[in-house]
């Protein structure tokens, strides 16, 4: 069972997941993080930002993977994920650009993009420590409701609900439909890719996440909710909100397992 912890707000959230992988960090100063996108770990990758040197030391070994890029976005468009990931880790973070990777969206070679990013990340040794969102749908990464449990990096079609979720981060493009200047497609690593990563660090927060979180936690493990994935992996934290637990039937006992957790044991 995934160990979940729920805490008040998205930045004791960060504060925490930024314990686990500050900790990774200074016992291998060359670890690979697997980096969502969105609004969620932010939290995360600012409590990085703010101690990670200090406490982990030097960070230019670090090696990264994003999770996804949208499909034929120029690559100076602010919202492309590479832009992201540059301006919310590589820069605060003082990260080694190079060692940071994100699957190439780009229309050209992009029938043979997703075997070259699981190439490049099992060249890196896997990923150590793979911080996840969840999608109001379920979706983690981009892999929407229907997503093979066995998938691997590859183009996928957004649905219309992703697009209509993420229209907020597109709002000076958007002109028409409020979802109109988010990518219809994007690349992204599978489900098979996230089950291979050491430790998975799911995040989650907000009241609109509650479903999706009870389905990956509590519910049938099932291709229509890829996040219960999560109940396949042998270590897996969910770190979410009193919101995002709402829909929770084992809250109490989640609660009850966190505060009685034995002095050892950490994320
Ligand atoms: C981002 C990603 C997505 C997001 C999810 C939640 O790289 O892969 O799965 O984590 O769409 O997005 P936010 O955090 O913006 O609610």
Known sequence: MAEVVIVPSAEEAG????????????????????????????????????????????????????????????????????????????????????NIHVPNGSPDGIETAGDDYERAIVAAGGVDLQILGIGTDGHVGFNEPGSSFASLTRVKTLTEQTRRDNARFFAAQNAGEASDAVPMHCITQGLGTILRARHLVLLAFGAAKAAAVAAAVEGPVTASQPGSIIQLHPHTTVIIDEAAAADLANADYYRHAWLNRPAWQQL
């Open 15 to 98: 504060r925490l997941a930024a314990d686990a992988i500050i900790r990774l960090i200074a016992r291998k100063p060359n670890a690979v993080l697997g980096l969502a996108t969105g609004s969620t770990p932010l939290s995360t990758y600012a409590a990085l930002a703010e101690r990670a040197t200090a406490e982990a030391g030097d960070l230019t070994h670090v090696r990264g993977f994003a999770l996804d890029e949208y499909l034929g976005l120029p690559a100076d468009h602010p919202e492309s994920y590479r832009a992201v990931i540059t301006r919310e880790v590589v820069e605060p973070l003082g990260l080694t650009p190079p």
